[in-house]
């Protein structure tokens, strides 16, 4: 399995383009997750999806931000515009079915964004 | 979730066994203790969960105190691999309404390995 892939590795942008960040998860796994993380914040879970439905999504920023999953193997995390306080890493997760017992996370390598 | 505790750093030599402590007093009976890892300019990865029972992996070991209040991560022999910040996370078993919802990383601690 290759894992859950996210694309690009790293973006550099100017404030007020537009940014896409995306993620293929794992064959299987039907929940994802957007992930952001500084060094001020640390990690912050930004939106999950169930099913390719957004379950929640309280922990996106603001209106700038928005995600999609148009199918189960495929989704994106869009700003428009970026500002440079955006600029961070960007992980996606992918986890398995729930089971009522625990969840395991499979973390992508993360998207560097820079906003000049 | 209940709150976790853990140093800022620790510094371990090569080929020595690493004890990452983390205290976690609220903890809730229906709270599992998990551990991930994020080595430099990656994601985290899963290293090792328990409820009650010490548990062993391929990664790690990890000891529950009988209380559950406190948990240690035991690396049997590290290695610069090792080298990462490492995160002790609760996630409760029983969450309302059903179904996963992510997982709340701290600050954790980052482990220094010299060779």
């Known amino acids: 399995d290759a894992g859950v892939i996210q694309s690009p590795r790293h973006e550099v942008t100017e404030m007020g383009q537009e940014v896409t960040l995306r993620c293929k998860p794992i064959?299987?796994?039907?929940?994802l997750f957007w992930y952001r993380q500084t060094m001020m914040r640390g990690l912050e879970l930004l939106i999950y999806f169930n099913n390719n439905v957004p379950i929640d999504d309280s922990g996106m920023p603001e209106d700038r931000f928005s995600a999609k999953m148009p199918n189960a193997s495929f989704s994106t995390l869009k700003i428009q515009p970026s500002e440079p306080r955006d600029s961070a890493v960007y992980f996606c997760?992918?986890?398995?079915?729930?089971?009522?017992?625990?969840?395991?996370?499979?973390f992508g390598s993360g998207t560097q964004l820079s906003v000049l | 979730d209940a709150k976790t505790t853990q140093p800022n750093s620790m510094e371990s030599n090569e080929e020595e066994p690493v004890h990452l402590p983390c205290n976690h007093s609220t903890i809730s009976g229906t709270d599992y203790i998990h551990w991930y890892r994020q080595l430099p300019s990656q994601g985290p990865e899963y290293v090792i969960h328990?409820?009650?029972s010490n548990v062993n992996n391929r990664m790690a070991s990890l000891a529950i105190a009988e209380d559950r209040k406190s948990s240690t991560l035991i690396l049997h022999r590290a290695t610069l691999r090792d080298a990462a910040v490492y995160y002790c996370i609760l996630r409760d078993m029983v969450r309302s309404g059903g179904g996963a919802d992510g997982l709340t990383f701290g600050k954790g601690t980052h482990l220094i390995i010299q060779p």
């Open positions: 328990g409820l009650t």
């Open positions: 064959s299987g796994h039907d929940y």
């Open positions: 997760a992918s986890s398995p079915p729930w089971t009522g017992v625990n969840e395991k996370l499979f």
